[in-house]
């Protein structure tokens, strides 16, 4: 794992950069939000964990093909066609996130009230093997 941090802070030329070195598969530290709009309020999951950058599963390989996406750097960014780019973070097994930060407007809560707060079908969806973010909420990668 690379110890030098890169800020990246949702631009796209710096993450294209930082990763653009690197062949194959790489196990990094991701800091990264997920947002939520509920009734007027903006929550936001703020999380820090170790994913491997740029591996690729054999059933979304083939799925890709006609996909809306295409790569702009191999099996790590993705632009999609409405011209939003996305980084592809694959989770390692048994391994939790290092840290994960829950806000509603700004306002620290605990998981428990923020997960309150969501629908069902965000709160008991399955740990997922692979996911995408959206390159302009990466934080930092290390």
């Not at 993450?15 to 990094?28: A, C, T, V, Y």
């Not at 306002?107 to 997960?115: G, P, S």
Request: charged share 25%.
């Amino acid at each position: 794992m690379n110890k030098t941090k890169v800020i990246v802070n949702g631009n796209v030329e710096i993450l294209e950069k930082r990763l653009s070195h690197f062949n194959g598969k790489q196990k990094m530290i991701v800091e990264f939000i997920s947002t939520y709009y509920k009734k007027g309020s903006l929550m936001i999951k703020r999380t820090k964990g170790i994913y491997w950058v740029g591996k690729v599963y054999k059933s979304t390989s083939d799925t890709l093909k006609e996909s809306p996406y295409q790569s702009v750097v191999k099996n790590k960014i993705k632009q999609h066609t409405n011209g939003n780019y996305y980084l592809e973070l694959h989770t390692i097994r048994n391994y939790l996130p290092i840290e994960t930060t829950y806000t509603i407007n700004g306002v620290v809560v605990d998981k428990e009230t923020y997960n309150s707060l969501l629908p069902p079908s965000k709160v008991n969806a399955k740990p997922k093997k692979y996911f995408i973010v959206k390159a302009e909420n990466v934080i930092s990668i290390q």
